[in-house]
């Protein structure tokens, strides 16, 4: 499954949950960025949009929705790191 779609790879993924559920990509951007500049992380937006990249720590991620499904769902955002090529 991972050859057909890469972005399922999760082995090096960071999940970070929403306190709002569905919220729409900027609300989405700017809680993800308030919640690790407040663990004391260095973050800056390099592109915005439904899918956007950022930067934390001198890392480049791409900041994917996502929802974890069990008795009650969970949502929030999925960083995986973005390749350098």
Do not use: C, W
Not at 19 to 32: G, I, K, Q, T, W
Not at 57 to 70: F, R
Not at 79 to 84: D, N, R, S, V
Request: proline letters at 8%; zero cysteines.
């Amino acid at each position: 499954m991972n050859f057909l779609h890469p972005i399922l790879e999760r082995s090096q993924a960071v999940f970070i949950d929403m306190e709002a559920m569905f919220s729409n990509p900027a609300a989405r951007l700017h809680d993800v960025k308030q919640r690790l500049e407040s663990k004391g992380h260095t973050v800056a937006v390099l592109k915005e949009g439904q899918i956007p990249t950022i930067k934390i720590d001198n890392i480049v991620y791409e900041a994917i929705p996502h929802a974890i499904h069990g008795r009650v769902p969970i949502h929030g955002v999925r960083l995986i790191p973005k390749p350098l090529f």
